[in-house]
């Protein structure tokens, strides 16, 4: 593989379209050009190929972990299972974690792997080997722990993958008291977090809704305030698109469209998500559902319908310079990472379109594995300390309330403001939270410095900003 330059970049195009925008938001800093180097470059790649048993021979797996930022600890980020995955990838993959985190001010460093493998081509044995096998190359190099590198699920895997890294990882350290920290997304019964599924999906419907709260912003692409009717088109039906298009139809909005690898289904009047998805579940294919209205064979053609808002949710490099002059969305919600070119964002900000950039918009899994890891350093599971004391107080307040008034709530009334909240109800208090926050900082960014053209700009700077106040504090930049 050839790369360019100072940086290593390799001339496969991600990492370098990452590059590009981190670039281009460089120039409206002024931070030294050598820490804008060192922000901008992967600090660590570990490149790595073991063998395993598969029938009655033998494989050999390509994998990596690429950690791009030390200027927090332990970096984060989930381990991709793909024959699509390379270097390139990762690389850009852990560089965008890197800036979300800081965006969503979540102080881990950036970091990313992948394993070369189609999950669908291995049983269940194997693929737990070839876990496992991962996990113990992790370890020999030092690249995994709950206050060194700490992976999450990702593209093929799981809560059950995560299950094996945990498991494999506390073997490998006996008696550590945090080993559970070392990986998050794990099911609840192994030290897992309420709510940490749907948390990308949930993040990406709220960052969508706050977009769309704000009236002036709306009125310049010619929307109305709002997620109430907005149509929506969503790429992907897994653990992301799926989530994204459920919150935005409870949040009102309507999803118009689906688009799948096997093809795309729409209808003007709104589509049963849970409806399609079951019918995808029986049937192994979105098409032939019985609420469609029009089908595509080709499934970016279902990008191109019309809607309000496009959520591609599935695989980078889906919008680019050669379909973006037939999206009819005015807004872009990249539930994906790098879905969107840097030819294809400005063509479309050019006829007055508005894109909430990925490192933002899917931010809500970080965010909920960050609360994860708290939860496996202090050992307590959110609400447990405090939640009967909430309601004992709030019972109390409630009897007094009623004494002075004569006034009697009735079961419903009274158990709604008594309860106490759950672990699952804070963790997605303090997601909508991050959310909020975080999309307004931007905004602020976008609104307020010259000449500043996206909000993918905006939200590179306040990333660049963050960092490298980070890499000063240590002492490493004066």
Known sequence: MTTNNSVGVPDNHFFGDVCKFFDHAATFTKHDAGLLDQIKSCNSVYRFRFPIRKGNGFEVIDAWRVEHSHHQSPTKGGIRYSEMVNEDEVMALAALMTYKCAIVNVPFGGAKGGIKINPKNY?????????????????????????????????????????????????????????????????????????????????????????VSVGEDMQKIGLTAGISGKRVIVQGLGNVGYHSAKFLTEFGAIVVGLCEYEGAIYNADGL?????????????????????????????????????????????????????????????????????????????????????????????????????????????????????????????????????????????????????????????????????????????????????????TAAFVGAINKIAVSYQNLGVWP
């Open 123 to 211: 049983t269940v044995g194997e693929l737990e080997n070839i876990t496992r096998r991962y996990t113990v190359e992790l370890i020999k190099k030092n690249f995994i722990g709950p206050s060194i590198d700490v992976p999450a699920p990702d593209y093929g895997s799981g809560e059950r993958e995560m299950s094996w890294i945990a498991d494999t990882y506390a073997t490998m350290n006996p008696g550590q008291l945090d080993a559970m920290g070392a990986v998050t997304g794990k099911p609840i019964a192994l030290q897992g977090i309420a709510g940490r599924r749907e948390a990308t999906g949930r993040g990406v419907a709220i960052a969508i809704r706050e977009c």
């Open 272 to 456: 049963d998500v849970e409806s399609v998805f079951q019918h995808r579940k029986a049937t192994g294919s979105i098409l032939g559902y019985a609420g469609a209205k029009r089908e595509f064979i080709d499934s970016m053609e279902g990008l191109e319908q019309p809607c309000d808002i496009l959520v591609p949710a599935a695989l980078e490099n889906q919008i680019t310079s050669a379909n973006i002059g037939k999206i009819q969305a005015k807004i872009i919600a990249e539930g994906a990472n790098g879905p969107t070119t840097p030819e294809a964002e400005a063509a479309f900000y050019q006829k007055g379109g508005l894109i909430i950039p990925d490192m933002y918009a899917n931010a809500g899994g970080v965010t909920v594995s960050y609360f994860e890891w708290l939860k496996n350093l202090s050992h307590v599971a959110f609400g447990r300390m405090n939640r009967r004391f909430e309601e004992n107080s709030n019972l109390n307040l409630v009897n007094m309330v009623e004494g002075i008034t004569g006034v009697a709530l009735n079961s419903v009334q009274r158990s709604t403001i008594v309860k106490g909240a759950s672990e699952l109800e804070l963790v997605n208090s303090g997601l909508e939270d991050t959310m909020i926050r975080s999309y307004h900082e931007i905004r602020e960014t976008f609104m307020n410095t010259e000449k500043i053209d996206t909000l993918r």
